[in-house]
T-cell receptor
Framework: SQKIEQNSEALNIQEGKTATLTCNYT??????LQWYRQDPGRGPVFLLL?????KEKRKERLKVTFDTTLKQSLFHITASQPADSATYLC??????????FGRGTSLIVHP | GAVVSQHPSRVICKSGTSVKIECRSL??????MFWYRQFPKQSLMLMAT?????????EQGVEKDKFLINHASLTLSTLTVTSAHPEDSSFYIC?????????????FGEGSRLTVL
């Protein structure tokens, strides 16, 4: 069966460091992969989309990589700030524009 | 970016009553809207996909008679939880994709926390 795996344990890092979150998937051939941020009690907010033929995408302090051989995406936040603390969801889509979401990983940035 | 407004943000109701949640796209036309529910520390579970002017497509295991979805216009979709029971208590979130917009990006509402007593 299809699986999207994100680390269920919270990632704790110190302010200024780079946070790296992982999204692994199995039995899936996504056309593209998205990352969203979700704050407690709020709806997710879109951050980045990367297509299957792209290796890397950047937006300000954010960087996403997509390795279709490893079936993995890495999400990096450089120079992290306490305001970056949130849950980050990855979502995969075969191209139907109906993505399937992972459970998300909580990031806590300590001042 | 595009804005999706969801209302109410919180609702508490008695068991057996029906609750309606509205989802509006404020500055774009949404050809497709999605309804999700989310339990604490769990992923978003897609309940149904609605297209303007047609019947919603429900995911396996979601009762269409229990969760009524109406997508009456390109800017409004509603979810009605009928005869709500405590097990329906959850966080319900809608999202929309823009007609002709960037492919794949979803714009989410703020979510509605339903508590059934």
């Amino acid at each position: 069966s299809q699986k999207i795996e994100q680390n269920s344990e919270a990632l704790n890092i110190q302010e200024g460091k780079t946070a790296t979150l992982t999204c692994n998937y199995t039995n899936y051939s996504p056309a593209y992969l998205q990352w969203y941020r979700q704050d407690p009690g709020r709806g997710p907010v879109f951050l980045l989309l990367i297509r299957e033929n792209e290796k890397e995408k950047r937006k300000e302090r954010l960087k996403v990589t997509f390795d279709t051989t490893l079936k993995q995406s890495l999400f990096h936040i450089t120079a992290s700030q306490p305001a970056d603390s949130a849950t980050y969801l990855c979502a995969l889509d075969r191209g139907s524009y109906i993505p399937t979401f992972g459970r998300g990983t909580s990031l806590i940035v300590h001042p | 970016g595009a804005v999706v407004s969801q209302h109410p943000s919180r609702v508490i109701c008695k068991s057996g009553t029906s609750v309606k949640i509205e989802c509006r796209s404020l500055d774009f036309q949404a050809t497709t809207m999605f309804w999700y529910r989310q339990f604490p520390k769990q992923s978003l579970m897609l309940m149904a996909t609605s297209n303007e002017g047609s019947k919603a497509t429900y995911e396996q295991g979601v009762e269409k008679d229990k969760f009524l979805i109406n997508h009456a216009s390109l800017t409004l979709s509603t979810l009605t939880v009928t005869s709500a029971h405590p097990e329906d208590s959850s966080f319900y979130i809608c999202s929309a994709s823009a007609a002709g917009g960037p492919s794949g990006e979803l714009f989410f509402g703020e979510g509605s926390r339903l508590t059934v007593l």
